[in-house]
C-alpha cells in the first residue's frame, strides 16, 4: 500500500511538473506574440491604409536654436505589387525651393527642379532636408523592409515622458534598399502605438533615435502628429517633424514616374 | 494541488514581468533634452504655396582680359519671375521670364537682354494624357555637363549670367511647339512639334527672339519604360527640315547606395563644328555625341561628379591647332551659342557640398579639363542662404598655354559678389 502510495505521489509528481513547465510554455507564449504583427500593427498607426496627402513640416535645431525650417507636402499611395508605399514630395517652403519635387518609389529616386525642368536621379545617400533622409520623410511599412525580432517587454519612457509598457522589437533589413541596416523599435503593448525607434548603419553606430508623439486622431484613427528625431553622433542636432492637413488624397500609378514630375502641379 | 498549480503559474509570470520591468531604461538624458526643446518649438504659421516666385538680383564683380591684361568691371541688376497655376481644373498656365541688365566695360560688353523663358497653356484632357501649346523649355539628358540629347537647347541662350550648368539649363529661352504626352503605369511617350517661325534672331532687348528658337520646321518623339526601380531608360528621335534624324539614348542607374550612373547619347548624320561655324558648304556625315559618368555622395552630403565628354562633331587638337585664331574664336563662340563641345573630348569634373561646415551654405565647383588642347576652366561658388535671401561668391578661371581652347576665351578670370533677395 504505502509502495503503491509512493509510486502514485512519484506519478503524479511527474505530471505535474509537466503540467506546470506546459503552462509556463503557454504563458511565455501568450506573452509573446508574434514580433512581425506587432510590426504591421504599429505600421498601420503610422500609415493611413489608402492613398493619402500631409503636409509637414521639418524645425531643425543645432545646439537648442533653429537652424532651419522646411514645409513639404507628401502624396503617398501604396503599390499593389509591393504593397510598399511610393512617395511624391513637392516643396512648399522656404520660397527658393517652391514646386521643386522629389519622387521616392523603392530605391527609385528623382529630384526634379522646375526651374531647370530637369529631373535627376539621386541616390539614397543624398539629402535635401539637412539630417533627415529621404527616408525619413516619406512613408514606409517597417514590415514589408524589415524582419521582426521580439526582444522582451520593458517599460519605456514615451515622447511626452509617460512610462509605457511596450514590446522592444528587433528589426533587421530583409530588402538592401532600405534606408538603415538594423532598428530598434518600441511599441506600445496595449495600443500598438510607435513609442521610439533607435536607427543603426551596418557599421552598428547609432544614426538617430526617434519619439512618435503628439497622437490625435487623423484619417479615422490616432495617429502621430509629431516625430522628434535626435542625431546619433551630436544629440544637441534635432529635429522636429510636424503632420497636420491628413487628407484622403489619390495619385494616379502614371504620375509616379520620372516623365510625369514636369506637370505635377495639384490644383 | 490546484492551488499549487495556480501559485507556480504566478510566480512565474511575476518572475517574467519582473525581469522585463527590471530592464527598463529611463530616457536617456539627451533624449529629454531634445524632447524639452521639441516641447517649445513653436507652432509654425502655415502659408498657402504662391504660384509665382520673384526675386531680384544684384552683382557687382571685376575681371582680367588676357589680351591687354587689364581689368574690367561687371555690374547686373535682374528680375527674375515665374508664374505656375491652374487656371482651370484641367487648364495650367506656366510663364517664366527674367530681364537682365548689365553693364562690363569688358567682353562681351554689357546689354539689356530680356529672356521669355517659357509661356505656354498644358490642358490636361484626361489624368494621363496632355497637351502643350506656346514656348516650352523641353530638355531631356542625364548628364550633368554635357546633354547630347537636349536638342532645344541650340541657341537657347540669350544672357549667361553664371556658368553653373543647372543655371545655364534654366536661364534660357524655350521653344514654341504643341506638344502632347500619353502616361502609362510605367511608361510615357512624348510627341513634339516645333514649327518655323522666323529665320534669324533677334537682339533687340525684349525681342520674342522665334528666329533663335525656331529657325525651322522641327520633331521630337521621346518613349521611357522603367523596367525596374533602378533602370528606366529614355529613347529620343530628334529631326526636321534642317535638321538630319538623330537617335538619343538616355540611362541612368544606381550602384550600392551613393553611386549614380549616367550615360548619355545621339548619334545621326551632320556637319562638323568647325564647318557650322566658318559657314563652309560640307556634305553630312555620320556624327555621335556622348557623356558618360558617375556621381558618388560621401556621407557628408558631398556629390562628386566625375564625366567624359564626346563630340565626333567637334575638331581634335591637331584640327584646332590648324585653325587660325580668329576662326578659333569663331568655333568657340559657335559651340557657345550651340551649347556645344568645342573639341572632340573633355573631362567635367563637378562637386557639389550642401550644407559645408555650416547649415545653410552650400559650395559648388566644376572642372572643365579639355583633352585636345590641354586647356582648362575653373569654376567655384561658395552661397549661403537666409530665408528669403542668398549671397553668393563666384570666380572663375580660364587656362591653358597658348593656342588652346580655354586661351582663347577673352577673359582670363572673374570674380562675382551676387545678393539674391525672393520678394
Redesign the interface.
Known sequence: MHSFTATLAFA?GRW?IV??VW??VT??AQ?SPDAQSILAASDEIRNPSRPFAV?V?L????S?K????N?L?VYSKADNTSGQFRTLI?F?????D??KLMLK????LWFF??????SI????????L?QASNGDVVTVNLAKDYRAELL??????D?E?V?RRSYKLGLAAVSP?VTYHRVEMWVDATSSRPIKARFYAESGHLLK?A?Y?KFQPQLGRERPT?V?I?DGLD??W?T?L?Y??YAWRDV????L????LP?F?P? | ?RQ??IT??LA??HC??TK??A?????PP??????S??DK??T?S??P??PW?LFVEGAVGQGKLRDTGSNFSIYRGSIDF?F???VA?QL?VVF?DRLDGVDSDGVPPGDNVNTLREAYL?W?RT??Q?FDFGRV???N??AIGFNPTDWFKANALRSIVDPDP??L??NRQGTVVLQA?Q??????L?AAFSPKLARSADSATFALNVGATNPSNRYLVAG?Y?FS??F?P?LLVYGGDDDPAQIGLNL???I?????A?GEFSAGKGTTLVTQALRIPEANSNQQRAAVGL?Y???F?L?LTAEAEYNSAAPNGDQWHLLAESSQQQVLSTAQALQDLPTRSQWFLYANW??MLV??LDVSSFLRQDMQTSSRTLWLEGRY?W??A?LALQWQLFSGPEGTVYYAVPQQRTVQLVLRV?L
Open positions: 503524479m505535474l503540467l506546470v503552462l509556463g504563458v511565455v506573452a503636409t513640416t524645425l531643425e535645431y543645432r537648442a533653429q537652424s532651419d525650417e514645409t507636402t513637392r512648399v517652403a522656404p520660397q527658393r517652391v514646386d518609389s523603392g530605391n527609385d527642379d522646375p526651374a531647370s525642368q530637369s536621379r539621386l541616390s539614397p545617400q543624398q539629402r535635401l539637412g522582451g517587454e520593458e517599460d519605456t519612457a515622447g515622458r512610462m534598399d533615435t519619439y508623439r509629431e522628434v535626435i544629440p544637441a534635432v522636429v510636424r497636420s492637413d494616379p500609378d502614371a504620375w514616374q520620372r516623365d510625369y506637370r502641379k490644383g | 494541488m499549487i498549480i507556480l503559474v512565474l509570470g517574467l514581468s522585463a520591468a530592464n527598463a531604461p529611463a530616457a539627451d533624449d529629454l533634452d531634445a524632447l526643446l521639441a518649438a513653436p509654425a502655415m502659408q504655396a504662391r516666385r515665374r505656375d497655376d491652374h481644373p495650367r517664366s498644358s490636361a489624368e494621363d496632355i523649355n523641353i530638355r539628358g542625364s543647372a543655371v539649363r534654366e504626352q502616361l502609362w503605369r510605367d511608361a510615357s512624348t521611357s522603367k526601380d533602378k528606366t529614355q541612368s542607374g544606381l550600392g547606395d551613393a553611386v549614380v549616367f556621381t555622395t560621401t556621407g552630403n556629390s550642401k550644407d547649415r545653410r542662404s530665408e528669403r542668398e525672393y
